[in-house]
């Protein structure tokens, strides 16, 4: 019987993760499908539990329910337990398995796909929310030489550099002054088309400026250009994620560099460019 999975989010139309999926399936020749289920906000235990019975797999999980997952799930894995969030749910005689592939997914990304490797190199990483927090302990394991977190609220960057230690340090945007070799930008600033109160001075000479947004040149982006930076968006990391989960539940790596460069030119079968919805930054 064909096997099934699913992405849970509200909204969900836009999801890329069925368009990536399937090409995953395609290319490994696994024997699945992957829909887009649209949770009520208020019933994603319940959606979840209906999948299940239908059958269901495995499941990744957006926004908003990143937090509701790592509540549902029976067992997590240890990077699901640091990041505090799920994004990846195995379903297995009964038992509700949880998982963050979020960090994996940017650490391939930057080290596989963009050859920036993090260790030894200064990094910055502005941003406090779920998203930060799922790729902390992933970059802290490529040793770099310096790892501080910058946000708009400082007590969330300090509740973090207190929970992963390992030297971090905590700021707000206006104690930033020196280089840094890799500024990840994790906040939502980008979905609102906005610019957190950066000095230029963060970037480095040959910097790579990383935004997890993807879909659409940013503020940020367009600032640390204008400042010598190279740049990158969040495609890579979605896709990688993806492949991530993927591995997870079918036991093979999907090829993602053939992926990544379908959905940057908008020919990811089943999507006809007039037809996409907008792009959007999630899951
Ligand atoms: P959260 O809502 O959990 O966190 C939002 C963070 O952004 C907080 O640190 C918040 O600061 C900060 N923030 C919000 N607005 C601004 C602003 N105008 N200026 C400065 N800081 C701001 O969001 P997530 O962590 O889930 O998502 C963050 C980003 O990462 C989104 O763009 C999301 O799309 C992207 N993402 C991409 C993925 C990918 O695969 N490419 C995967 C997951 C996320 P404060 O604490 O002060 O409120």
Not at 148 to 155: E, F, K, L
Request: proline share 7%; aromatic share 8%; hydrophobic share 45%.
């Amino acid at each position: 019987m064909t096997d099934r999975y699913a992405v849970f989010g509200h909204p969900i139309a836009h999801s890329k993760s069925p368009l990536i999926h399937a090409a995953f399936a395609r290319q490994t020749g696994q024997d699945m499908t992957y829909e887009a289920i649209l949770a009520p906000k208020d019933g994603f235990a319940d959606s979840v539990a209906q999948f299940i019975a239908a059958g269901g797999r495995g499941a990744n999980v957006t926004v908003p329910f990143k937090e509701q997952a790592f509540a549902l799930a029976s067992r997590l894995s240890p990077r699901a337990e640091q990041a505090g969030a799920v994004n990846t749910l195995t379903f297995d005689a009964g038992s509700i398995r949880g998982d963050n592939t979020d960090g994996a997914g940017l650490v391939a990304d930057l080290t596989r796909n963009l050859h920036c490797l993090p260790g030894g190199r200064r990094i910055l990483l502005l941003g406090a929310g779920g998203a930060a927090r799922g790729v902390i302990e992933p970059l802290l394991d490529l040793r770099p030489a310096e790892f501080v977190i910058a946000n708009r609220t400082v007590s969330r960057a300090q509740e973090l550099a207190e929970q992963f230690g390992r030297g971090v340090v905590a700021c707000g945007f206006d104690a930033l002054h020196t280089p840094f070799d890799i500024v990840i930008n994790a906040t939502a600033a980008s979905l609102a088309g906005e610019l957190p109160p950066l000095s230029p001075r963060v970037f480095a000479t040959d910097a790579l400026a990383y935004d997890m947004m993807y879909g659409r040149d940013t503020p940020f982006l367009g600032f640390a250009r204008a400042h010598g930076a190279a740049t990158a968006d969040g495609l890579g990391m979605l896709v990688e994620q993806a492949a991530e989960a993927f591995y997870l539940w079918r036991g093979v790596r999907p090829d993602t560099a053939p992926v990544i460069a379908a959905l940057r030119q908008d020919r990811l079968e089943g999507e006809s460019p007039a037809a996409s919805p907008p792009r959007g930054p999630r899951t």
